[in-house]
């Protein structure tokens, strides 16, 4: 069987043109996949079912014993921690917060650790962006700050920029310009017609200058800004300048460093004095599948993005003191509901020594990191694989996913909506 038209689970371009062929149960062969989506795709070595922790060793347990206990375990906790969903569809996102809100818990996603410091600066200032497919039809500029993505999004520059034909670029390669800026050569910026290199912690004052220049007071920067010569910042706002139609696309690479919101701030300011002059927008280069799904729903539903305490009662939201990392390095939670991510390969050892010390269930179709810190592990079926569910892409585009495979594991949103049943019968009794 032959699946067209499938989307890859992988990362935010969430691209929608993936063919799948399959034989016998199995993904057999992917194409238009990038290596990343194909590896997702032909993903082996699934749990079978779930397993609780017994001393030093895993013991297989049923379902409906594993909702049990993970319902119980959160039911219990004074402080649970609810943390992940990047990984999963909003239909399961929006039962996370409705279960976060019945046990007066902290669910907060995977943005806190990558673009969170961009949320916040775009609830200052606002965010001027656009979809891809404007960006494709009518961008003759595309700059790339602190992000790389034939690394991180190997299709964005064929199905976007560098290598896309658009409706008012018959020959992208010859009529779009691509800028690079960054701390390190990548392999992006050997494919730019323009690679600025910044001395790291530069970014700041690097758009500063280019804020000046765009106002008309060149003369007022110093020879070099941040390892950047004058003449090269001059030459790439002109760029900007005489563009019909910019893009930026900013990675962690600029929201994760020095000045971190204040870099995106400055930015999307720079963005705005640039629109004077043509028209510009700015793009987070969003990385895990639905991520911004996550902010999505959980904005929708509580009024923030990420990171929201319902120990009042009330949706409270504080980043710094209401996100994951701070509430584990503060060793405040006293129970953890991991889904759709990773935890362990990526917090500092801090939190991971205090999620060793409590009870840890995780909701993933695979062993990985985290599972050394879990008490109980619930094998799902894989979002956007054999689970099909609405997620928003890195421009805010909600897509419907399709099941490309029929496997009898339940999927996030129905192990979820059975441990909150779960959760209301005990409180009710
Ligand atoms: Fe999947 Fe991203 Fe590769 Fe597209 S670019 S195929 S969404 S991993």
Redesign the pocket.
């Known amino acids: 069987m032959i699946v067209k038209d499938a989307v890859?689970p992988?990362?935010?371009?969430?691209?929608d043109d993936?063919e799948v062929e399959v034989e016998e149960g199995r993904v057999v062969a992917v194409t238009?996949?990038?290596e990343?989506?194909t590896t997702?795709f032909m993903g082996e070595k699934r749990m079978k079912n779930p397993i609780l922790r017994d001393g030093d060793r895993w013991k297989d347990i049923t379902y409906d014993e594993a909702v049990r206990y993970a319902a119980d375990v959160l039911l219990e906790a004074e402080r649970p921690l609810l943390y992940g969903w990047s990984g999963t569809h909003g239909e399961a996102q929006c039962v996370g917060v409705h279960m976060a809100e019945l046990i007066r818990g902290v669910i907060d996603n995977t943005s806190s650790v990558c673009h969170g410091p961009s949320i916040l600066a775009i609830q200052e200032v606002g965010h001027p962006g656009c979809t891809l497919g404007v960006v494709k039809n009518r961008a003759d500029l595309v700059i790339y700050w602190g992000s790389n993505p034939i690394d991180a999004?190997?299709?964005?520059l064929s199905r976007y920029t560098r290598y896309a034909e658009g409706f008012f670029l018959e020959n992208a390669f010859r009529d779009r310009k691509v800028i690079v800026i960054d701390v390190r050569k990548t392999e992006t910026a050997n494919i730019a017609d323009e690679f600025v290199q910044i001395r790291p912690g530069g970014d700041y004052a690097v758009l500063s200058a280019l804020r000046a220049i765009v106002q008309g007071k060149a003369d007022t920067i110093p020879r070099t800004v941040a390892g950047v010569t004058r003449e090269q910042l001059v030459r790439v706002a002109n760029l900007c300048m005489n563009a019909k139609f910019g893009a930026v696309y900013f990675g962690l690479g600029l929201t994760m460093t020095q000045g971190k919101y204040k870099n995106i701030r400055n930015a999307i300011e720079l963005v705005s004095e640039l629109s004077r002059h043509t028209k510009f927008t700015i793009s987070a280069m969003r990385g895990h599948y639905n991520v911004y799904g996550s902010n999505e729903v959980n904005t929708w539903m509580t009024g923030y993005p990420f990171g929201i305490d319902f120990s009042r009662g009330i949706a409270f939201y504080n980043p710094g003191e209401t996100t994951a990392v701070d509430i584990l390095a503060r060793k405040e939670c006293d129970a953890a509901l991991i889904v759709g991510s990773d935890p362990a390969a990526h917090f500092p050892r801090k939190c991971l020594e205090h999620l060793a010390d409590i009870p840890v269930v995780q909701l993933d179709p695979y062993p990985n990191a985290t599972t050394a810190f879990c008490n109980v592990q619930i094998p799902v079926a894989v979002t956007g694989i054999d689970a099909e569910g609405t997620a928003y892409r890195m421009d805010g585009v909600p897509i419907r996913t399709r099941k490309v495979l029929s496997t009898d594991y339940l999927s996030d949103e129905e192990v979820l909506a059975r441990m909150y049943a779960r959760m209301q019968e005990v409180l009710e009794q």
């Open positions: 890859c992988f990362c935010g371009c969430l691209c993936i238009n996949a990038c990343l989506g997702k999004h190997p299709r964005h």
